[in-house]
């Protein structure tokens, strides 16, 4: 594909005439070709428009064509092949071995949602039948289903430049739910960005979309973000990234005329809890796994583990002393931008810094600028409880081993701690009391709770909950990774004595598009519902 350094909005190429950027390669600091025009917020109001104009015939979208269509995104990104993965390299300094798993993922869940739109399940249809013999009151037949919220405003991730951006997890909900889609795309990464965006345009004009459907925008990233939150064509949107970044979205939505929902994925230290038993086996073996966990990515995962709790004593010693080992055998890896990396050697200096904070272990600086030493950092209990500079998030190769003397003392930690997206929980069988009485507390702080196994690596499938009380994410009862992800994007609407050529495909009585449906409470197959009605 050729790159054409602008934005894509509806299907046309527009050049932006409000400056321009470069992409950098973070592991030599060169600068890479085509410069990228940024859009005025003037320039921005047609892709928002397209989007809203986009709305009606994207949200009333036959299953199989609207299926399709997600399909068609996933094959045109395959279809990129190796350019893909060599411009996502030269951008972030990420191997091609990691970016080939992540294009993999990305094109994964394109297809997942594919199969969610076709079973039908999340249009949530509920009828209850009129009963007009009832008393005292006769019941009229209210039939539910659930809409698309409207357009959405997606935001690129820095650390995930396919599997969190363009055709990324809140691009396919979004598009699932039958919401256009305007995004934002992240300045770190343009190339990639506008590759995988021609691949969605592509499969929007070939499945004869209306080409609003979707639109690729580069901007100035506070100015262009902030207008785009704010237009009142956008009804929600999808957000990973800093705490500081997505609060500030969140305040220019709660702040609108018509308040829209911020679905922002923001900060978490994914705390690991080893108990005594897990001790009791292989502990080099479970030190090269946390370390593994710490600096895979060179830590740039938002379940990058930074916090480890482990037993006071010999064991515990036993357990340091192989993670110092661990880590000191680890090179840096050259981080996403010089920013991230400038912003990772002064959180590990303010933690180093802090009282009673000792070094466990560090690895050696990698070949380049931007990939500083992975270090891990050590702390006594009361000290992490007392101590609000310990509990913040340093984005990168660098975690803090807490140790504790008893389970009392860890359900406090919990409790101090903020939201979170994750919690590992390292232990045998015969952990289980001290688990059990730990648990509580870790269900009013995380969205996913870990057992034997590390919080990198999330899956995507329909149980997966990608989420976490604030500040993890801007709303607890949300995930954005996983097809419970389309619930964010749409709203219930109910309708009331309705005649038949009135109602909505997905609530009329003769059921043409096959969904499986609630009747009077019961949950009804498709062809049953067919049936009874």
Same mark, same amino acid.
């Given at each position: 594909?050729?790159?054409?350094?602008?934005?894509?909005?509806?299907?046309?190429?527009?050049?932006?005439?409000?400056?321009?950027?470069?992409?950098?390669?973070?592991?030599?600091?060169?600068?890479?070709?085509?410069?990228?025009?940024?859009?005025?917020?003037?320039?921005?109001?047609?892709?928002?428009?397209?989007?809203?104009?986009?709305?009606?015939?994207?949200?009333?979208?036959?299953?199989?064509?609207?299926?399709?269509?997600?399909?068609?995104?996933?094959?045109?990104?395959?279809?990129?092949?190796?350019?893909?993965?060599?411009?996502?390299?030269?951008?972030?300094?990420?191997?091609?071995?990691?970016?080939?798993?992540?294009?993999?993922?990305?094109?994964?869940?394109?297809?997942?949602?594919?199969?969610?739109?076709?079973?039908?399940?999340?249009?949530?249809?509920?009828?209850?039948?009129?009963?007009?013999?009832?008393?005292?009151?006769?019941?009229?037949?209210?039939?539910?289903?659930?809409?698309?919220?409207?357009?959405?405003?997606?935001?690129?991730?820095?650390?995930?430049?396919?599997?969190?951006?363009?055709?990324?997890?809140?691009?396919?909900?979004?598009?699932?739910?039958?919401?256009?889609?305007?995004?934002?795309?992240?300045?770190?990464?343009?190339?990639?960005?506008?590759?995988?965006?021609?691949?969605?345009?592509?499969?929007?004009?070939?499945?004869?979309?209306?080409?609003?459907?979707?639109?690729?925008?580069?901007?100035?990233?506070?100015?262009?973000?902030?207008?785009?939150?704010?237009?009142?064509?956008?009804?929600?949107?999808?957000?990973?990234?800093?705490?500081?970044?997505?609060?500030?979205?969140?305040?220019?939505?709660?702040?609108?005329?018509?308040?829209?929902?911020?679905?922002?994925?923001?900060?978490?230290?994914?705390?690991?809890?080893?108990?005594?038993?897990?001790?009791?086996?292989?502990?080099?073996?479970?030190?090269?796994?946390?370390?593994?966990?710490?600096?895979?990515?060179? @830590? #740039? =995962?938002?379940? *990058?583990?930074? $916090?480890?709790?482990?037993?006071?004593?010999? &064991?515990?010693?036993? !357990?340091? +002393?192989?993670?110092?080992?661990?880590?000191?055998?680890?090179?840096?890896?050259?981080?996403?931008?010089?920013?991230?990396?400038?912003?990772?050697?002064?959180?590990?200096?303010?933690?180093?810094?802090?009282?009673?904070?000792?070094?466990?272990?560090?690895?050696?600086?990698?070949?380049?600028?931007?990939?500083?030493?992975?270090?891990?950092?050590?702390?006594?209990?009361?000290?992490?409880?007392?101590?609000?500079?310990?509990?913040?998030?340093?984005?990168?190769?660098?975690?803090?081993?807490?140790?504790?003397?008893?389970?009392?003392?860890?359900?406090?930690?919990?409790?101090?701690?903020? @939201? #979170? =997206?994750?919690? *590992?929980?390292? $232990?045998?069988?015969?952990?289980?009391?001290? &688990?059990?009485?730990? !648990?509580? +507390?870790?269900?009013?702080?995380?969205?996913?709770?870990?057992?034997?196994?590390?919080?990198?690596?999330?899956?995507?499938?329909?149980?997966?909950?990608?989420?976490?009380?604030?500040?993890?994410?801007?709303?607890?009862?949300?995930?954005?990774?996983?097809?419970?992800?389309?619930?964010?994007?749409?709203?219930?609407?109910?309708?009331?004595?309705?005649?038949?050529?009135?109602?909505?495909?997905?609530?009329?009585?003769?059921?043409?598009?096959?969904?499986?449906?609630?009747?009077?409470?019961?949950?009804?197959?498709?062809?049953?519902?067919?049936?009874?009605?």
């Amino acid at each position: 594909m050729t790159l054409t350094g602008h934005s894509l909005i509806a299907g046309q190429i527009v050049a932006g005439v409000n400056g321009t950027i470069l992409g950098i390669n973070p592991a030599t600091n060169e600068q890479l070709d085509p410069a990228y025009t940024l859009l005025t917020e003037e320039q921005l109001k047609a892709a928002t428009a397209a989007a809203a104009e986009a709305y009606p015939s994207l949200s009333t979208l036959d299953p199989e064509t609207h299926a399709g269509f997600l399909e068609a995104i996933a094959g045109n990104i395959e279809a990129i092949g190796e350019e893909l993965i060599t411009r996502a390299g030269q951008e972030t300094g990420l191997p091609a071995a990691r970016l080939q798993g992540e294009r993999a993922r990305t094109t994964g869940q394109l297809r997942l949602f594919a199969a969610v739109v076709r079973q039908g399940d999340f249009r949530g249809v509920r009828i209850d039948r009129a009963l007009p013999e009832r008393t005292p009151m006769a019941r009229a037949d209210i039939r539910q289903r659930q809409i698309p919220l409207g357009p959405v405003a997606v935001f690129g991730a820095s650390n995930f430049p396919l599997a969190f951006s363009t055709a990324g997890g809140d691009t396919a909900s979004a598009l699932a739910a039958g919401c256009p889609v305007v995004f934002k795309a992240h300045n770190a990464h343009p190339g990639t960005g506008e590759l995988v965006g021609q691949a969605i345009a592509e499969a929007a004009r070939d499945t004869g979309l209306h080409p609003g459907v979707f639109s690729l925008v580069y901007g100035p990233g506070a100015s262009i973000g902030q207008a785009l939150v704010a237009d009142p064509a956008i009804k929600a949107v999808g957000f990973t990234g800093s705490q500081a970044a997505g609060i500030a979205l969140m305040r220019t939505a709660a702040a609108r005329p018509e308040p829209i929902p911020v679905y922002a994925e923001m900060s978490s230290l994914n705390p690991v809890f080893v108990f005594a038993g897990a001790l009791k086996g292989d502990v080099d073996a479970l030190a090269r796994q946390y370390v593994a966990a710490v600096t895979g990515s060179s @830590g #740039q =995962l938002c379940t *990058s583990p930074g $916090l480890l709790f482990a037993p006071a004593g010999e &064991a515990g010693d036993k !357990l340091a +002393a192989a993670v110092g080992r661990a880590v000191s055998a680890c090179a840096g890896q050259t981080m996403l931008t010089g920013g991230i990396a400038a912003s990772w050697n002064a959180g590990a200096t303010a933690l180093g810094s802090a009282e009673n904070v000792t070094v466990v272990g560090q690895g050696m600086a990698g070949p380049t600028e931007n990939a500083p030493a992975p270090t891990i950092f050590g702390t006594e209990i009361a000290d992490f409880v007392g101590n609000h500079v310990l509990h913040a998030e340093i984005f990168g190769a660098a975690s803090l081993v807490i140790r504790y003397s008893n389970v009392a003392e860890l359900v406090e930690a919990t409790n101090r701690l903020e @939201g #979170q =997206l994750t919690a *590992s929980l390292q $232990l045998t069988d015969e952990d289980h009391p001290m &688990a059990a009485q730990l !648990l509580p +507390a870790l269900e009013q702080k995380v969205g996913r709770i870990i057992v034997n196994g590390w919080p990198t690596g999330v899956e995507v499938g329909h149980a997966m909950v990608h989420g976490g009380p604030y500040p993890a994410t801007s709303d607890t009862k949300t995930t954005s990774v996983g097809t419970l992800a389309i619930n964010r994007f749409l709203r219930p609407v109910a309708y009331q004595n309705l005649p038949q050529e009135l109602l909505p495909a997905p609530l009329q009585d003769d059921n043409p598009w096959h969904l499986n449906r609630q009747l009077d409470g019961v949950t009804e197959t498709a062809e049953k519902t067919h049936a009874t009605l």
